[in-house]
């Protein structure tokens, strides 16, 4: 048994937890650059809890700009076991209504500008994502939203653009109507997929702002319509975070989907040819399995 630590990463409209004893804003250094901000620690309700700003206090980096390795490196230094992703995110389904709650358990990444593993040449490995998201801890932020009086739909496919302009019609359209997909952002990935490298168990939640442009009721994207909702949703977002300690308790067993696990066939390159440059750097990610 070992012990929680709930790192939440909080998107467009969430700088903060509210009613954490003993808050400290806390700079961490990682071999992958300075994460978006400095880290809040502290306790609630007697678990250990560390919050991360992704776009920087004053929303001061871009969908692409974000340091997902760093942020992710600068969690798991921390001592971080599971990590809440939480994000603004568009519709493209009618019941999936601005102000809802969706928790993600699918991901179409179609982004091109990031990082998107902590591995490389000298240290090669391979990790599953069939299934991005923790179920054991998608379940608690699925009733812990429920528990707030969120409207929360348990499941969904979150398509992942470059940004940072929104959709065309036609993009859209095709994500909705050929791809399946349920909601659309700019944010969790690669960060799913580095929070497996880490073997972090890892939740998204997506916190619906707008139905993008598909919508013919409702056409463009109105940033001024977004912010709005934004704030509504920010509240109901930290309503959901201080219902997860009570949830997720303070003592920790593996997970029983094996995220804290993921590394154990994953690295491929011999022993005698990684690089050491490289493996340095893995310390923090994936020292468990590099000794």
């Given at each position: 048994m070992s012990t929680t630590k709930i790192g939440v990463i909080g998107g467009s409209g969430?700088?903060?937890?509210?009613?954490?004893?003993?808050?400290?804003?806390?700079?961490?250094?990682?071999?992958?650059?300075?994460?978006?901000?400095?880290?809040?620690t502290g306790k609630l309700d007697g678990v250990e809890m560390a919050f991360l700003?992704?776009?920087?206090?004053?929303?001061?980096?871009?969908?692409?700009?974000?340091?997902?390795?760093?942020?992710?490196?600068?969690?798991?230094?921390?001592?971080?076991?599971?990590?809440?992703?939480?994000?603004?995110?568009?519709?493209?389904r009618e019941?999936?209504?601005?102000?809802?709650?969706?928790?993600?358990?699918?991901?179409?990444?179609?982004?091109?500008?990031r990082e998107k593993s902590f591995f490389g040449t000298g240290c090669v490995a391979h990790v599953s994502v069939a299934h991005p998201t923790c179920p054991r801890l998608s379940d608690a932020c699925f009733r812990a939203a429920t528990?707030?009086?969120?409207?929360?739909?348990n499941g969904g496919t979150y398509l992942a653009m470059e940004g940072p302009q929104f959709s065309s019609l036609a993009e859209s359209k095709m994500y909705r109507e050929s791809w399946g997909a349920d909601v659309i952002g700019m944010?969790?990935?690669?960060?799913?997929?580095?929070?497996?490298?880490?073997?972090?168990?890892?939740?998204?939640?997506?916190m619906i702002t707008d139905y993008d442009?598909?919508?013919?009721?409702?056409?463009?994207?109105?940033?001024?319509?977004?912010i709005k909702t934004l704030t509504g949703n920010a509240d109901k977002g930290r309503a959901l975070v201080a219902r997860l300690p009570a949830l997720l308790g303070a003592d920790r067993a593996p997970c029983p989907h094996g995220c804290?696990?993921?590394?154990?066939?994953?690295?491929?390159?011999?022993?005698?040819?990684?690089?050491?440059?490289?493996?340095a750097k893995l310390d923090a990610v994936a020292g468990r399995v590099l000794g």
């Open positions: 969430i700088y903060e937890i509210d009613g954490l004893d003993s808050p400290t804003w806390t700079r961490v250094e990682t071999p992958w650059g300075d994460p978006s901000d400095a880290i809040l700003p992704r776009h920087g206090r004053g929303h001061v980096h871009s969908p692409t700009t974000v340091p997902y390795r760093a942020n992710i490196d600068a969690l798991k230094r921390l001592g971080v076991t599971d990590v809440i992703s939480v994000s603004a995110c568009g519709s493209f019941n999936m209504a601005p102000g809802d709650f969706v928790i993600v358990d699918q991901f179409i990444d179609r982004t091109f500008a528990d707030a009086g969120v409207t929360v739909h944010t969790n990935m690669p960060e799913a997929k580095l929070a497996r490298e880490a073997e972090l168990c890892y939740a998204s939640v997506a442009s598909w919508h013919p009721d409702h056409g463009d994207v109105d940033v001024t319509e977004i804290d696990r993921a590394l154990d066939f994953a690295i491929l390159t011999a022993p005698e040819k990684r690089d050491p440059g490289l493996l």
